[in-house]
């Protein structure tokens, strides 16, 4: 089993958390009006944007134009009403997070998977997946913000640029978000 007592996990960690990333809630707004960067969906499958509704379930159709790209007033409303978003694929978005790929690039041997979890913070929608498990390690890296995790059944709390090791296999969520909060979730995995 992978853990932070392993040079390369340890190593990568390290570099999180004096590595800073400097977003705020109207760079990723700035981010998100260049709509040709997110398309219903990217070339390899995955989703370029999602909102994670009040079932516990990703919804993306809702997000979008008739030309299949994020149409950012109907994200924008949502947004306000307080739903949680994830972005995907978002490591070239500026110097610090290419910055992140290429350091995880040469720690890991292999790319890694960075989303962001975008929220207002009103608590008044769902904050996250329900409790769940990835066959993967993560590292998490709060960019601004707070929020309350249950991290094998232990209360959490993640705030600004924060870096949170989740071991492969460890249940976790998030349970609370009281205020604007941008988090990177870094996936550590061998992609086919």
Same mark, same amino acid.
């Given at each position: 089993?992978?853990?932070?007592?392993? +040079?390369?996990?340890?190593?990568?960690?390290?570099?999180?958390?004096?590595?800073?990333?400097?977003?705020?809630?109207?760079?990723?707004?700035?981010?998100?009006?260049?709509?040709?960067?997110? +398309?219903?969906?990217?070339?390899? $499958?995955?989703?370029?944007?999602?909102?994670?509704?009040?079932?516990?379930?990703?919804?993306?159709?809702?997000?979008?134009?008739?030309? $299949?790209?994020?149409?950012?007033?109907?994200?924008?409303?949502?947004?306000?009403? $307080?739903?949680?978003?994830?972005?995907?694929?978002?490591?070239?978005?500026?110097?610090?997070?290419?910055?992140?790929?290429?350091?995880a690039l040469e720690t890991f041997g292999v790319?890694?998977?960075?989303?962001?979890?975008?929220?207002?913070?009103?608590?008044?929608?769902?904050?996250?997946? +329900?409790?769940?498990?990835?066959?993967?390690c993560l590292f998490i890296k709060n960019i601004? $913000?707070?929020?309350?995790?249950?991290?094998?059944?232990?209360?959490?709390?993640?705030?600004?640029?924060?870096?949170?090791?989740?071991?492969?296999?460890?249940?976790?969520?998030?349970?609370?978000?009281?205020? +604007?909060?941008?988090?990177?979730?870094?996936?550590?995995?061998k992609q086919d």
């Amino acid at each position: 089993m992978r853990n932070l007592h392993q +040079p390369s996990f340890q190593k990568f960690h390290e570099f999180l958390v004096t590595h800073q990333v400097n977003l705020k809630e109207w760079d990723i707004f700035d981010i998100l009006k260049i709509s040709k960067r997110f +398309p219903y969906q990217f070339h390899h $499958g995955h989703e370029s944007i999602c909102l994670l509704d009040n079932l516990g379930t990703k919804l993306r159709k809702e997000l979008f134009d008739i030309y $299949g790209f994020l149409d950012f007033d109907k994200f924008k409303n949502f947004y306000d009403k $307080g739903f949680s978003f994830i972005i995907s694929d978002v490591l070239d978005i500026n110097d610090e997070l290419k910055k992140i790929e290429q350091v995880a690039l040469e720690t890991f041997g292999v790319r890694i998977c960075g989303n962001f979890y975008f929220s207002k913070g009103l608590n008044n929608q769902n904050v996250s997946f +329900p409790e769940h498990t990835d066959d993967y390690c993560l590292f998490i890296k709060n960019i601004y $913000g707070e929020s309350v995790w249950n991290i094998d059944k232990k209360e959490t709390i993640i705030k600004d640029q924060n870096v949170q090791f989740i071991n492969r296999m460890t249940p976790h969520c998030v349970t609370s978000i009281k205020e +604007p909060r941008l988090s990177l979730s870094l996936a550590i995995y061998k992609q086919d």
